[in-house]
């Protein structure tokens, strides 16, 4: 626990100098002195969302590698996908690395064979160039026994665990077939951070149906977690929806939606098969609603992720964040106007 602290109390104390955007880089350098990269590695789990036990067909925007495309093979040892995963970051790496993250992203990372998930965390755990371990699961899949396993292995190494929150609406959380209520992430919350581990909340902007407005108050309401909780949220990730072949979303767009784009027919908002309204935003505008959105965080909360990654063959629309770099700097541009940086 003494650890913990130390950690805790050096990452708020950093958070305060940086200003108001606080990267999941700057809590790195504040733990480890320098820049920490993660590998995408696999447990070979499942889904409650897929397999009927909550729902089946998963999230209607959850591609069929489970969010979990860039991971290494299943088929293959943790080491040897520890060693895969080095090489396919090597380009990126600075002079002076100081470590390794390994990120269990694909599908549910604490559902199914629990001894099975449980050799695979400990194994990247005792690598010895691994410096923290990553778990994205849904916050209805993290048994007692999973939780003493983080809790045991965050002894040795920070441990975050990632919750696929995405929205705090309802409706919405219904119509993209999230499979829980959010009274089950806050019970999953507070678990999590008794026991000192670190929470890091995904969030999508421009759901079917959401707003900004909306994508605001579902910041505002993991931004004042502390007060209904006792627990900060420690890290967020944010992207815009992205929709992707063979997936359910898929299957409601419009036929012409890729001619339409082309032509720069769908600003404001585009009408899907269902009849359901899906909100469209250029770089400029997703620039501005995440510069909102990191504003309204507390100075500990890092942010992780401000758009997300998607496999340009898969990605049918918008086409736009696939050029990241592009994305990154709009980003940046804005943030900088701001006196954000």
């Not at 026994?145 to 045991?152: A, K, Q």
Request: charged content about 25%; some cysteine.
């Amino acid at each position: 626990m003494g650890e913990d602290r130390t950690i805790t109390d050096t990452v708020c104390k950093t958070a305060e100098e940086c200003g108001r955007l606080y990267t999941f880089n700057d809590e790195m350098r504040a733990v480890f002195g320098g820049k920490v990269y993660r590998l995408s590695l696999s447990a070979s789990v499942s889904c409650p969302n897929r397999d009927g036990t909550c729902g089946t067909g998963g999230c209607i925007f959850c591609s069929a590698g489970g969010s979990g495309d860039f991971a290494e093979s299943a088929q293959n040892s943790i080491h040897e996908q520890i060693q895969a995963a080095k090489h396919r970051v090597s380009a990126k790496l600075g002079k002076h690395p100081a470590g390794y993250m390994a990120y269990f992203q694909s599908f549910t990372g604490t559902y199914g064979d629990e001894e099975h998930i449980e050799k695979c965390f400990r194994q990247a755990a005792s690598e010895p160039e691994i410096k923290a371990l990553s778990v994205a699961t849904r916050p209805d899949c993290i048994s007692d026994r999973m939780l003493g396993v983080l809790s045991d292995i965050n002894r040795t190494m920070p441990v975050y665990v990632e919750l696929g929150l995405q929205t705090i609406h309802e409706d919405t959380a219904e119509y993209i077939n999230r499979g829980y209520r959010l009274p089950v992430f806050e019970e999953a919350f507070r678990r999590l951070k008794a026991r000192g581990l670190r929470v890091v909340v995904h969030v999508i902007v421009g759901l079917p149906g959401e707003n900004a407005d909306r994508t605001k108050a579902t910041v505002r309401y993991l931004s004042s977690l502390e007060a209904k909780t006792g627990g900060i949220v420690d890290g967020i990730k944010l992207q815009l929806l992205q929709v992707l072949k063979g997936t359910a979303l898929a299957e409601r767009l419009p036929e012409d939606i890729e001619a339409a784009e082309k032509r720069g027919n769908t600003e404001g908002s585009i009408i899907l098969n269902d009849g359901k309204t899906l909100p469209c935003y250029n770089i400029t505008s997703y620039s501005e609603l995440i510069a909102d959105l990191v504003s309204m965080l507390p100075p500990e909360t890092a942010v992780h992720r401000m758009t997300g990654d998607a496999p340009k063959k898969l990605l049918l629309f918008p086409l736009w964040p696939a050029d990241k770099k592009r994305v990154l700097n709009s980003i940046t541009h804005t943030m900088r106007s701001r006196g954000m940086l």
